[in-house]
């Protein structure tokens, strides 16, 4: 990979380099300069916490705009199935699918199709036997990125196939090229996409090359306009597109990849705290005994990215409701693919974005210095210095990004004065002058 | 002169929520060395076991961890009961653990015999009244 492409931006007007995304990031990717936010890019997995938790809205994630479509001669929107559940009221998933077509696109695809092609593809290589258990889904990019960033020893586990909605891409493309003679240039296919990690895995797929994605647009700019049109809609107008059941549409929440493979030794955890005790458990090989472990960043699945619009308990409630007029399945894998089709193409490497050093004794010198200024450090994790903890400050200082005197204590415990600090950072020094007065 | 990185850690006894706390800290402070993988995992696994055990066992213990370029040596050393019959701990399945441990999943008699199997190097020091410690190492190939 030359250029790194990543859809979490910082809108650098609107941040005031508070330390809450600093804190909150799992691959300890962000640290404060200047008063302001910065993303250290080989760092972060796109995973979008920090748009969740900036109190400025300062994070933002990129995504097309609808401008885009204009490019194209034909147009494909490819719905994620966390998009069902933003709707009230909604029976027949053909209402929405319709009034994405009403609003300008030519063709929709589900991605709970592609999903559906995968649970049976996977059910299949289950089967052959081939797959080193636990198998981990490899369907959120967002978790894919954590683990060759902090779990590289768990590559090997990773299921390796492409995403759903590369299968609905190649899916999408073949049917309008057949049908419509356009070429590829003319063909627009864009993702509707709950978060911003899906947004990064078109610009930059790991393990294969792009299926054809044109673009995303996120689920939350494509709602109003959207729900519009489908209010407008007359029943008669309703057109037959949906062609996905219960285990595709099921992808849209946590637990729906896992349940699709109808077997019974898995595990499902989502929130991406959760995520990595889960991936700590297994590389500490105890959860031998799992068949499949399904990890969603988000909370709740897809349904809770943070590019939606509506509460994600709210949308769950809303598609367990759709499935009762669903089928269970109807795409399998031998209708479009074989396994070849869905395979990776390239090799998924570990990211050396936590190493100190490539060379070990290098490393050693690093890591030594490193335990030391910890040592040196007060351990209060204020987040003052810009850094998310102490830790990663002494981090950032033996890779020469910062220096001991970032520490606002820094000063006090080499015997300065104190007074000037906040109550939570000065030191009691003078026993006799405080403390005591008070109880009198 | 040799380069080595040395870590002390107190695992405090009948804590399970903080049980596996140093063998973390190892393992993130291994793959920030670049260790390999599978040194890794064995370190981690072993060391785990071995915090496991003082937790249940021992009412707590010390850990010292010494990482060089060839080697990472663990030092796990507890006051607690001690270990009658060594050979029989040794044994896969069986267990001194009482039911309630068992009960939270942890005795089922795989500790000692998965610490020396994940290791290169094991001897074990113990004393019925006075303690027990481990001495380990994982090479680094």
């Known amino acids: ?440 | 002169m040799e380069e080595t990185i040395k870590l002390h850690y107190v695992v405090p006894g009948d804590d399970f929520t903080r049980a596996g706390a140093a063998s973390g800290d190892v393992k993130h402070t291994l793959k920030q060395l670049g260790v390999s993988p599978a040194v890794i995992r064995n370190v981690s696994i072993a060391m785990y076991e071995g915090e496991i055990n003082m937790v249940i066992h021992a009412g707590g213990g010390e850990i010292d961890v010494e990482i060089s370029e060839k080697d990472i040596k663990m030092t796990l050393a507890d006051k607690g009961p001690g270990i009658a019959n060594v050979e029989l701990a040794m044994k896969e399945g069986y267990s001194t653990a009482p039911d309630n441990i068992r009960t939270l999943g942890f005795g089922a008699g795989m500790g000692l015999p998965n610490i020396k199997k994940y290791t290169d190097s094991f001897r074990i020091e113990t004393q019925v009244g006075v303690g027990t410690t481990l001495f380990l190492s994982v090479n680094i190939a």
């Open chain 1, 1 to 440: 990979m030359s250029i790194l492409f990543h859809s979490v931006r910082l809108d650098a007007d609107k941040c005031q380099g508070c330390t809450n995304c600093i804190k909150r990031c799992p691959t300890e990717a962000i640290r404060v300069r200047n008063k302001k936010a910065y993303i250290i890019s080989d760092r972060c997995i796109d995973c979008g916490e920090c748009i969740r938790v900036c109190p400025h809205h300062a994070k933002y994630a990129v995504s097309e705009h609808f401008n885009e479509l204009l490019k194209y001669k034909y147009r494909i929107a490819l719905p994620a199935p966390a998009l069902y559940g933003q709707f009230n009221n909604l029976e027949n998933v053909d209402y929405v699918l319709t009034g994405l077509k009403k609003m300008g696109f030519d063709d929709v695809v589900e991605v709970s199709k592609g999903a559906e092609i995968l649970s049976s593809a996977t059910r299949e290589m289950f089967e052959n036997g081939e797959l080193k258990k636990p198998v981990i889904s490899s369907a959120c990019p967002a978790v894919v990125r954590l683990i060759r960033t902090r779990f590289p020893d768990l590559l090997g586990n990773l299921l390796p196939t492409c995403a759903p909605i590369d299968l609905a891409a190649k899916i999408a493309r073949e049917k309008a090229k057949k049908e419509t003679g356009y070429t590829d240039e003319e063909i627009g296919v864009f993702f509707i996409t709950p978060c911003p990690a899906k947004r990064t895995a078109i610009s930059n797929p790991l393990c294969h090359e792009n299926y054809g994605i044109s673009g995303a647009i996120a689920i939350k700019d494509i709602y109003p306009v959207l729900v519009q049109t489908m209010d407008k809609l007359r029943n008669d107008e309703v057109e037959s597109i949906n062609d996905s059941g219960i285990i595709g549409v099921g992808w849209a929440s946590s637990g729906g990849e896992a349940a699709g493979l109808l077997k019974e030794r898995y595990l499902a955890a989502d929130g991406i705290e959760n995520v990595i005790n889960v991936l700590d458990e297994l590389e500490n090989e105890k959860l031998n005994d799992l068949d499949f472990i399904e990890l969603n960043c988000c909370t709740g699945g897809c349904v809770g990215g943070v590019l939606t619009v509506e509460n994600l308990y709210v949308a769950k409630a809303r598609l367990q409701r759709l499935r009762k007029f669903m089928p269970v399945s109807c795409n399998r894998l031998e209708d479009y693919f074989t396994l070849d089709d869905l395979g990776w193409t390239k090799e998924l490497t570990a990211s050396p974005a936590m190493k100190l050093a490539d060379n070990v004794i290098t490393a050693m010198k690093m890591m030594s210095r490193l335990k030391e200024i910890e040592r040196s450090l007060p351990g209060l994790d204020c987040g003052i210095c810009g850094a998310p903890s102490c830790r990663a400050l002494a981090d950032d200082i033996v890779r020469g990004y910062a220096q001991e005197t970032d520490c606002v204590l820094h000063n006090i415990q080499v015997g300065g004065k104190d007074d000037w600090l906040p109550a939570p950072f000065r030191m009691k020094v003078q026993n006799e002058e405080s403390g005591d007065k008070n109880d009198g």
